[in-house]
């Protein structure tokens, strides 16, 4: 078998652009008697708006013709009424008389010869055998059918060159006219050479549609709805900026030396046709015209079609293969069906890893995995996520693997500096960033940002696109100066690209806002959230979940600041979008709930509050068809507590033992370190409740209980396992059983001092009760020394404002109350020890404290009876000892 090295041929009439003629007619029609070679001659142009441009592509190719003339000069026809001998002149085969052409050669044929069926399908063997089959003038049939095979192909790949040439300018209607051209040569060709047989490859799908009005039909039907893009949540893909899911978005060339084989059988030369490379080359060029419009339904459907047009497929097929499996897995991304698209991009590889020197289709592979699992990890579905831990393990560890590997095999084929290699390296920023590692995530970035700089240029969008990420993770790393100026420098670009007026626009916008916001610059960054609100409902409309996620900040911004009404009515706001624009089930949805319900609690309306809170509970009941989730359970839990606020213990007790029944089942499910630290939680509100009621016995079990759960999850010097303490010595005070008491209260101070340090309010408060606790023993001298050390931290606490632990702020003033009630507990000990001067000075300095608390000094109680009982007189302004 001889295969051509290029089959670029130009004859001098080439087959019409017409819709498909009868074989009959094409040949009849055609003058095939050409010179040696033809240099410059083109083929007719078409006189339509799609004309194609003269690509000098007239030429003969030498090299593919001597191939076929070394099979065919030497070879005589074994049938002795034929005698002549044949020579072949490059794409000319005339006989030895060089007065006569081919086209003189077969006109004495009759008619039925030249047109005979078997002659339309020279691969066939019994077509050329002469014992078979003794045609006179067989050789010159089969030239002249042979060089109108040729042809027409080259005419094919001329429609597509010029289709590709259409796309790279956007011009997609002349790229459609274009290929509808080459689609409708391809037809008429399969009409002149039977298909290729080869090993048959079972796509994923398998489509039928033989014709290009059926798959415009069938990809008509499929239009998307351009409306409903505003339900979305999250579209995976943006097309505006790289993630190196799309790096296969230009159209694909027909390579003659993949669709034609040359076969001799008999010493005659057959030409074989890989039809369905020609089809599904065409087909797949609409799909890429398709999508380039944003018409994404109609190219999936397209692209599946291709993919189910290939029968066979070899080395010199798989990189049309793999463009088709990767723009199908993108945009199944794009629709979020990440397990669809995970088995797509599979499929890619593993035709990749086949592939001699694949290695570029293998790291885009790689990269195209990564960004899955990437996306599966942080995917708000439940669904999605358990559909994809059927498949693998969709972790960022996973994500990670293949990020790395599809770097090293970059920078391995296509050098540290390439455009690719910056895509990966951006990616892997974005799995650190996941996993909160932002000082590793801006090496990867910066790296990224260097390289795209300099390929790309800073008014690049994937260049700007870098400069948020890292300036995303500056901010979270508190590096506020450095993150706004890289916010910036995606503002500008995307001002310059987009206009005001673009969803990313609103979202770096947004950004810059958050970091004044945390500036203190508060007037500064209401004015951009309101500019970000305004681009964002000119992009996207009032109805978008993006708005809606706007608001919800804005509402934030609000609450901190204590405006709470204005924080209301933005997640009123937001709320409404949402339910117009997301499924009922929606997280966004659950979340804004949950947000409102708050702003009720902190303004004491209790029962707006349970409502906002019960809506949420509902949805996530129907979500998750009543089975255990630790939302449901965290809810349940919050409604317990605001019923306890507003008084209804019964109530709070029902929801909150329905919390903690939940929280039991999912720790014995494999609960995580979380689940059992939630459980240690509902234990103690549990406890706080019967502890209020005086069931003393329960409630310690409960908090006893709590604290071995912290002390196992969070160790022994921890804020919250120093809180089950502190309320474990409060029952044991309460039951009389000081020691018991002095014993958790003491190292409860220990841990306190350990995290909070030395000077913080809940050791001022600790020490006080542990001065109780002492003095209930009759360790006077102990309790003495507990309240002086509490009252000299409270008094400090206006010079030494209390550091912020755990984003939990304390108030940095003394609380003259509290510090009228210490100093009542000095007087009495140096009552009962006979100090009378110091009793005075504490009382008198009680007396005034509780004035300026705006209460009475009624409050100060001397041995169990009221100031006034034992007529001791406090000036108004009595000095401090």
Same mark, same amino acid.
């Given at each position: 078998m001889v295969t051509a090295q290029n089959v670029q041929i130009q004859a001098e009439n080439t087959v019409s652009s017409s819709p498909a003629v009868a074989p009959r007619k094409m040949v009849a029609s055609s003058s095939v008697a050409l010179p040696a070679s033809r240099e410059g001659n083109s083929p007719k142009e078409p006189t339509s708006s799609s004309s194609r441009p003269n690509n000098k592509r007239s030429s003969i190719d030498n090299a593919f013709f001597n191939a076929i003339a070394r099979r065919r000069i030497s070879t005589s026809l074994n049938d002795t009424s034929h005698s002549q001998p044949v020579t072949v002149a490059h794409d000319v085969v005339t006989t030895t008389s060089s007065t006569h052409n081919l086209s003189s050669a077969t006109s004495s044929l009759p008619e039925e010869w030249l047109y005979h069926p078997?002659?339309? *399908?020279?691969?066939?063997?019994?077509? $050329?055998?002469? =014992?078979?089959?003794?045609?006179? $003038?067989?050789?010159?049939?089969i030239a002249l059918h042979n060089n109108t095979v040729l042809k027409t192909i080259q005419s094919i790949i001329e429609w597509n060159d010029t289709a590709v040439d259409r796309y790279r300018m956007d011009e997609y209607d002349g790229a459609l006219q274009a290929l509808r051209q080459g689609q409708v040569l391809r037809e008429s060709l399969e009409s002149l050479?039977?298909?290729?047989?080869?090993?048959?490859?079972?796509?994923?799908?398998? *489509?039928?549609?033989?014709?290009?009005?059926?798959?415009k039909s069938d990809a008509a039907t499929k239009v998307e709805d351009q409306a409903s893009v505003g339900r979305c949540s999250y579209i995976y893909q943006r097309m505006d900026f790289d993630e190196g899911m799309h790096s296969y978005k230009a159209m694909e060339k027909i390579d003659g030396n993949n669709v034609i084989e040359f076969e001799e059988v008999n010493g005659l030369t057959s030409i074989q046709v890989r039809h369905d490379v020609?089809?599904?080359? /065409?087909?797949?060029?609409?799909?890429q015209v398709h999508r380039r419009r944003g018409e994404f339904d109609v190219a999936a459907s397209i692209y599946e079609n291709a993919l189910g047009m290939l029968t066979s497929v070899d080395f010199d097929q798989y990189e049309l293969l793999i463009s088709i499996l990767h723009n199908i897995g993108q945009l199944q991304y794009r629709r979020g069906e990440l397990s669809s698209a995970m088995e797509t991009y599979d499929l890619a590889l593993s035709h990749a890893k086949s592939m001699p020197d694949g290695t570029v289709h293998v790291a885009a592979a790689l990269?195209?995995?990564?960004?899955?699992?990437?996306?599966?990890?942080?995917?708000?579905?439940?669904?999605?996520?358990?559909?994809?831990?059927?498949?693998?393990?969709?972790?960022?560890?996973?994500?990670?693997?293949?990020?790395?590997?599809?770097?090293?095999? &970059?920078?391995?084929?296509?050098?540290?500096?390439?455009?690719?290699?910056?895509?990966?390296?951006?990616?892997?920023?974005?799995?650190?960033?996941?996993?909160? +590692?932002?000082?590793?995530?801006?090496?990867? *970035?910066?790296?990224?940002?260097?390289?795209?700089?300099?390929?790309?240029?800073?008014?690049?969008?994937?260049?700007?696109?870098?400069?948020?990420?890292?300036?995303?993770?500056?901010?979270?790393?508190?590096?506020?100066n450095e993150a706004i100026e890289l916010y910036h420098e995606f503002l500008r670009v995307a001002t310059m690209k987009f206009g005001k007026s673009h969803r990313d626009v609103a979202v770096v916008l947004s950004g810059i806002a958050q970091i004044h916001q945390e500036q203190k610059n508060y007037d500064k960054a209401l004015e951009l959230y309101e500019e970000s609100l305004t681009a964002g409902k000119a992009a996207l409309g009032e109805n978008h979940s993006e708005i809606a996620m706007l608001l919800n900040r804005m509402g934030n911004f609000h609450f901190e600041r204590e405006r709470l009404a204005d924080a209301l009515k933005c997640y009123r706001r937001g709320l409404r979008i949402e339910k117009k624009v997301l499924p009922p089930d929606h997280p966004n949805i659950i979340v804004t709930y949950s947000n409102l319900g708050e702003i009720h609690r902190q303004r004491n309306e209790w029962d707006e509050a349970a409502t906002m809170y019960s809506e949420a509970l509902e949805i996530l009941k129907k979500k998750h068809d009543g089975a255990d989730n630790a939302e449901v359970a965290t809810t349940l839990n919050t409604i317990g507590l605001i019923n306890d606020q507003r008084g209804?213990?019964?109530?709070? /007790? %029902?929801?909150?033992? #329905?919390?903690?029944?939940?929280?039991?089942?999912?720790?014995?499910?494999?609960?995580? #370190?979380?689940?059992?630290? #939630?459980?240690?939680?509902?234990?103690?509100?549990?406890?706080?409740?019967?502890?209020?009621?005086? +069931?003393?016995?329960?409630?310690?079990?409960?908090?006893?209980?709590?604290?071995?759960?912290?002390?196992? $999850? /969070?160790?022994?010097?921890?804020?919250?396992?120093?809180?089950?303490?502190?309320?474990?010595?409060?029952?044991?005070?309460?039951?009389?059983?000081?020691?018991?008491?002095?014993?958790?209260?003491?190292?409860?101070?220990? =841990?306190?001092?350990?995290?909070?340090?030395?000077?913080?309010?809940?050791?001022?408060?600790?020490?006080?009760?542990?001065?109780?606790?002492?003095?209930?023993?009759?360790?006077?001298?102990?309790?003495?020394?507990?309240?002086?050390?509490?009252?000299?931290?409270?008094?400090?606490?206006?010079?030494?404002?209390?550091?912020?632990?755990?984003? %939990?702020?304390?108030?940095?003033?003394? #609380?003259?109350?509290?510090?009228?009630?210490?100093?009542?507990?000095?007087?009495?000990?140096?009552?009962?020890?006979?100090?009378?001067?110091?009793?005075?000075?504490?009382?008198?300095?009680?007396?005034?404290?509780? &004035?300026?608390?705006g209460l009475s000094p009624h409050n100060i109680v001397v041995s169990g009876q009221h100031a006034y009982a034992i007529d001791f007189s406090f000036p108004e302004a009595a000095p401090a000892a």
């Open positions: 078997m002659m339309l *399908y020279p691969h066939t063997i019994q077509v $050329f055998s002469p =014992i078979l089959h003794p045609l006179p $003038f067989a050789p010159s049939a050479v039977n298909p290729i047989q080869s090993n048959v490859f079972i796509p994923s799908s398998t *489509y039928t549609s033989s014709s290009w009005a059926a798959y020609i089809q599904a080359t /065409l087909v797949f060029n609409v799909g990269n195209c995995l990564g960004v899955l699992h990437y996306h599966a990890n942080s995917s708000d579905s439940d669904d999605e996520k358990e559909d994809l831990s059927a498949m693998d393990d969709s972790s960022t560890e996973k994500a990670m693997e293949l990020f790395q590997e599809a770097l090293a095999l &970059r920078k391995q084929c296509l050098g540290p500096d390439h455009v690719d290699v910056a895509t990966t390296l951006n990616n892997i920023g974005r799995i650190h960033v996941q996993g909160d +590692q932002f000082d590793q995530a801006l090496v990867y *970035y910066q790296d990224a940002l260097r390289i795209r700089r300099i390929s790309l240029g800073a008014n690049s969008l994937d260049y700007a696109a870098t400069a948020f990420n890292a300036g995303q993770s500056l901010h979270q790393k508190g590096e506020m209804d213990s019964c109530t709070s /007790l %029902r929801y909150l033992r #329905d919390a903690l029944a939940m929280r039991r089942r999912l720790v014995a499910g494999g609960g995580s #370190d979380q689940s059992n630290l #939630d459980v240690a939680a509902t234990l103690v509100y549990i406890g706080t409740i019967l502890y209020r009621r005086t +069931q003393f016995h329960a409630a310690i079990e409960l908090f006893t209980e709590s604290l071995e759960l912290r002390q196992k $999850f /969070l160790g022994k010097d921890h804020r919250d396992t120093a809180f089950v303490m502190y309320n474990i010595a409060l029952v044991h005070q309460q039951r009389g059983d000081y020691e018991k008491s002095i014993e958790f209260y003491t190292e409860t101070l220990r =841990i306190e001092k350990v995290v909070l340090g030395e000077k913080h309010k809940d050791v001022c408060m600790t020490l006080f009760k542990l001065g109780e606790a002492n003095k209930n023993a009759g360790k006077s001298a102990e309790a003495l020394q507990c309240f002086q050390k509490s009252l000299e931290i409270e008094r400090g606490l206006s010079n030494n404002p209390s550091p912020v632990v755990g984003r %939990r702020h304390q108030s940095s003033s003394p #609380d003259p109350a509290a510090m009228a009630r210490t100093l009542t507990e000095i007087g009495n000990i140096h009552l009962a020890n006979g100090d009378v001067v110091p009793m005075m000075d504490a009382f008198n300095e009680a007396s005034r404290l509780y &004035r300026s608390a």
